[in-house]
């Protein structure tokens, strides 16, 4: 199955420069800090990242800062969700996303592959920090540009995750106050290696 996961991602986002689109966005709004340097999921990979965490149906997946979607699409078709989401704050990329989310509901490879699916799927325009994502049973943060700015407020927020809910973080590593860390490994993203931590809410 990854591997028709990843031609249908791959046909969705043939067309899409999330991080021209990105860079657009900031130089548009003005804004000059690295935090919201543009990343993307392989998908092949990110599959092997879902894995650890052992989603189940009805399970609720949230990805913090989803770009151009594609790590929500990926987990829609990797799981059946009760809530799929992204939380975006550039309008640009929301915008993007939006668009995606049109062409793969009448995407025929969806409709051939996964025939009996609902796809859940929804994107948020707004700042994660003032976000309500507490419904959340996995996270996915890729944080490797995040600052101290949000970080640490991120950090602080995250506490408040109910109990056995699983978080998928690049390169940061969680407070062990909070979370049990269930696994580290060095995974090849869009970009190249990184080291993804995954974690359970204590």
Aim: one cysteine or more; proline letters at 5%; aromatic letters at 10%.
């Amino acid at each position: 199955m990854p591997r028709i996961v990843a031609e249908v991602i791959d046909k969705l986002f043939k067309s899409v420069d999330g991080m021209r689109i990105s860079l657009d966005e900031r130089n548009r709004l003005d804004i000059s800090s690295s935090d919201l340097t543009y990343g993307e999921i392989n998908p092949v990979t990110f599959a092997d990242m879902l894995e650890v965490v052992e989603p189940k149906p009805g399970e609720v997946f949230y990805d913090l800062g989803s770009g151009a979607g594609k790590a929500v699409f990926t987990a829609a078709l990797l799981n059946d969700w009760r809530k799929c989401a992204g939380i975006e704050l550039l309008p640009g990329l929301f915008d993007a996303s939006n668009k995606l989310l049109k062409e793969f509901q009448n995407m025929p490879e969806v409709q051939k592959h996964f025939p009996d699916r609902s796809f859940p799927i929804e994107f948020i325009q707004e700042d994660f920090l003032k976000a309500d994502f507490s419904d959340a049973n996995v996270i996915f943060l890729h944080a490797t540009t995040f600052g101290p700015m949000i970080w640490d407020p991120l950090m602080v927020k995250m506490r408040d995750l109910k109990q056995g809910t699983r978080v998928i973080v690049n390169t940061k590593q969680l407070d062990s106050t909070y979370f049990e860390k269930l696994a580290e490994d060095l995974r090849v993203m869009g970009w190249g290696e990184s080291t993804v931590f995954t974690y359970k809410k204590k």
